[in-house]
């Protein structure tokens, strides 16, 4: 038989292990450990892992999903809820734009509290949306994976996120994301990461989604180059009709270097009593029939009509859709102000069940997905999609991509200045000074350009466009007061800028690195050295620098010209020469 359907990491067989009957595969096998060892591989980029979980690698394996000469099982699908607390509505960590968040991982006393509510719902998956690296992950992870439930967490955070209207990749996120990474790794019931979730949700912004596949390919170069065990990398999307299945094109085209590993859909469009065609489901399906990497509902449950029932369940587990998409996850675990919860938690008293936690739990108890057993699957739908062409929806090229980050480039870059921004000035006034630097000599910015659309006026992405903002701002300041031969003021900037001593012929590593970077128009091939600790001492802080919009430029004529009317407007009088 032959299935639409690619293989998942969550779908894993039924475990023969009492302790995680929900979710997976073991069988006692009489075979060494080199021999399991030789059987992991891909299968369309995915999983198919003999990892030791809870007993030794020679007794059990841990199959996400893929064939074996020796090892047969059956597949079931995700039964997920989200958890965080203070998780606004389609996956937004509420905070206010700071960094401040509830890490649902390192909260042993809650997790005991909440296991037991999420095995009453057969939960095999939840997934997490911010997670902090710096804390101990060890009791909730140990209890989730006893319980047989697996984790997929977000690699953002609030504060450190890749922005839709202002996007970058540098140094902060790149650390921010490795870090994640580095805290949840060993964890074998961390089925992976989103590198992203509703980045581009409007036609307007779909050009941050080219920094979403650079954090991509990034982070799994990442995992590789560790040689961590095999994690997918996936990305969380929203249902926008307008770029819906470009993105989807988009995230999953080019080579496999730079594509998803799974795809996750935030929709809301089944309110209340709907069907399987009224809902848009049975278009989405059609949709996601051919799709190379295995899908998902990485949220759903609309709360539009009151109290929900989930009639949806069936039908997304049911003949229909199962062939497509691999189950779901219920937004949300926690009763918000959205009121989104299927559990009320007030302090330190036992959670109460709202009326959604028993109408989802007596829909998850009607459906029984159908099961496939390893030997009969023959997926036919491996290749990867066509790269979305640019039109007046969709603005983002496959390539090129924004640059890999790499600190050590840009503190070599450092070196090399004769003229930096003050530390006394705040990164408030940054945007300011990029848009006037930029806009009077858009030259000096070339090299930290965001701009990856395919103009030929156009610079396309700056090698040192993945620097922390601060050294992006010494690298325009610099580049601007050397344009400026004979002014003896030219590094001033009304008192923001200063001069320093810059070292004329780097040594070591940065001499080729520099020559890469070709005066910040070249590519950088090095791969970076560093990963998962803090950024670079030129950062002022992570939050912060993440968050500065650094212009994108697209210098047709008719733009550069009202760019240059603008910024003669809102930055002369700031720095003035």
Request: aromatic share 10%; with cysteine.
């Amino acid at each position: 038989m032959k299935h639409r359907r690619p293989a998942f990491p969550g779908q894993l067989g039924e475990y023969a292990s009492s302790s995680l009957a929900s979710i997976g595969v073991i069988h006692k096998l009489p075979y060494s450990e080199s021999q399991l060892r030789a059987a992991v591989h891909f299968l369309a980029l995915f999983l198919f892992v003999c990892v030791p979980l809870l007993t030794s690698l020679k007794e059990a394996c841990i199959s996400f999903f893929g064939p074996s000469a020796f090892i047969t099982f059956t597949v079931t699908f995700i039964r997920g809820v989200a958890y965080q607390q203070d998780a606004g509505g389609n996956g937004t960590v509420s905070s206010g734009g700071s960094d401040s968040y509830t890490d649902p991982l390192a909260d042993p006393t809650a997790c005991a509290r909440d296991i037991p509510l999420l095995q009453q719902l057969m939960t095999n998956v939840i997934r997490v949306y911010a997670i902090n690296p710096a804390n101990d992950h060890s009791e909730c992870m140990s209890m989730l994976a006893n319980a047989g439930i697996y984790v997929i967490s977000d690699l953002s955070s609030p504060g450190q996120s890749i922005n839709s209207d202002a996007p970058a990749w540098n140094d902060d996120l790149y650390n921010r994301y490795t870090s994640v990474v580095d805290a949840l790794q060993n964890y074998t019931n961390v089925m992976g990461f989103f590198a992203g979730n509703e980045v581009s949700n409007a036609p307007n912004n779909t050009a941050a989604s080219a920094f979403v596949k650079a954090a991509v390919r990034d982070i799994k170069g990442y995992i590789a180059q560790k040689k961590y065990r095999t994690i997918g990398v996936g990305y969380a999307t929203a249902d926008v009709s307008q770029i819906r299945e470009q993105l989807a094109d988009y995230l999953n085209c080019g080579d496999q270097s730079t594509s998803i590993d799974f795809w996750g859909y935030n929709i809301y469009s089944w309110c209340g009593d709907s069907t399987y065609e009224t809902s848009g489901y049975q278009a989405r399906t059609q949709e996601f029939s051919n799709y190379s990497v295995p899908s998902f509902f990485a949220e759903y449950g609309c709360n539009t009509q009151g109290t929900r029932t989930f009639q949806e369940v069936g039908t997304l587990y049911g003949k229909d859709m199962s062939q497509v998409f691999s189950g779901g996850i219920v937004y949300m675990y926690f009763q918000e102000t959205n009121n989104y919860g299927l559990v009320s938690v007030d302090g330190t008293a036992s959670p109460s069940k709202m009326p959604d936690f028993s109408n989802l739990q007596t829909a998850l108890a009607k459906v029984t997905p159908s099961s496939v057993n390893s030997n009969s699957y023959n997926p036919t739908n491996t290749a990867l999609q066509a790269c979305p062409t640019l039109d007046a929806n969709w603005d983002a090229p496959a390539s090129p991509l924004p640059p890999v980050p790499n600190e050590e480039l840009c503190d070599c870059m450092q070196q090399t200045l004769s003229c930096v921004i003050k530390p006394s000035v705040s990164t408030d006034d940054y945007e300011d000074l990029f848009s006037y630097i930029c806009g009077q000599d858009h030259s000096a910015c070339a090299g930290i350009n965001t701009n990856g659309t395919l103009n030929p006026k156009s610079f396309g992405y700056g090698a040192y466009a993945m620097c922390n903002s601060t050294q992006q701002l010494n690298w325009a300041i610099n580049q601007y007061a050397s344009s400026q031969k004979g002014n003896s003021d030219a590094c001033d900037f009304s008192g923001s800028a200063t001069s320093q001593q810059a070292v004329a012929t780097p040594s070591g590593s940065c001499s080729p690195l520099l020559a890469q970077a070709a005066s910040g128009t070249g590519t950088v091939t090095s791969s970076p050295t560093s990963g998962g600790g803090s950024s670079s001492s030129a950062t002022k802080s992570g939050a912060a620098s993440a968050m500065v919009n650094i212009p994108s430029f697209n210098f047709g004529l008719l733009n550069l010209s009202i760019y240059i009317s603008f910024a003669a407007i809102s930055g002369a009088a700031m720095i003035l020469l």
